[in-house]
């Protein structure tokens, strides 16, 4: 998949960091961070290229993809505050307390225009896939939400089996019965690391939901 992105590399004192997000906005896909359900609704368009960022998040270890979900029309299903989405590798040590300081700084981006590696994210998620299966499995996802944004932090593994579930869900959700009238079909879902002690699970719920006219 061809991603058109816009991409930034604010300094933030001696540290110079490399920022990419979607050049147009995602205008059919809202996410709301899971407190501790979260909904991420998308048409066909916006799921799409949603797996195609997480692929590219998958490959980038050195980048911050940051997504305006919030930029997008007002969804008519969920409830909560609407938020950006971050993805980061564990490696970068993003802390979101640090984000709105680094977000403030993306002021001038240059045009940049990149193909995902479809082949190499299906044998990334499968990779995952069959690492999952083993009693000392650690490969989760990782989230947390500050200032209006959910983050997500994981590895190559996570983010490219993640990167497979949107890509299913936009193209088996327009396939399924009430998708066509305009009803939210429920595709697939985003379960990060729970926390510790228990209580209902963490999730996001990955719904589509063909655009009104």
Excluded at 50 to 66: C, D, E, M
Excluded at 93 to 110: F, Y
Aim: hydrophobic share 35%; glycine share 8%.
């Amino acid at each position: 998949m061809r991603l058109r992105l816009t991409e930034f590399r604010p300094r933030i004192g001696p540290h110079e960091h490399r920022v990419v997000q979607p050049r147009h906005t995602l205008r059919h896909a809202s996410l709301t961070a899971p407190e501790p359900i979260g909904l991420l609704l998308g048409d066909h368009d916006g799921l799409n290229r949603l797996a195609g960022l997480f692929s590219f998040a998958a490959h980038s270890r050195h980048t911050i993809v940051h997504v305006p979900l919030r930029d997008g029309v007002p969804p008519d299903k969920g409830q909560g505050e609407r938020v950006n989405l971050v993805l980061a590798h564990h490696s970068y040590g993003l802390r979101p307390s640090k984000w709105p300081e680094l977000r403030h700084a993306l002021r001038t981006g240059a045009p940049l225009s990149v193909e995902t590696d479809q082949a190499r994210t299906r044998d990334d998620a499968e990779a995952w896939r069959r690492r999952q299966t083993h009693a000392d499995f650690r490969d989760e996802l990782r989230h947390a939400t500050h200032a209006r944004t959910f983050f997500l932090f994981g590895s190559r593994d996570a983010f490219a089996q993640t990167a497979v579930d949107l890509a299913w869900a936009a193209d088996w959700g327009p396939r399924q019965k009430g998708a066509d009238t305009g009803a939210s079909v429920l595709a697939t879902g985003v379960s990060p690391k729970q926390p510790p002690g228990g209580g209902h699970p963490y999730e996001v719920l990955v719904c589509f939901k063909k655009p009104a006219r």
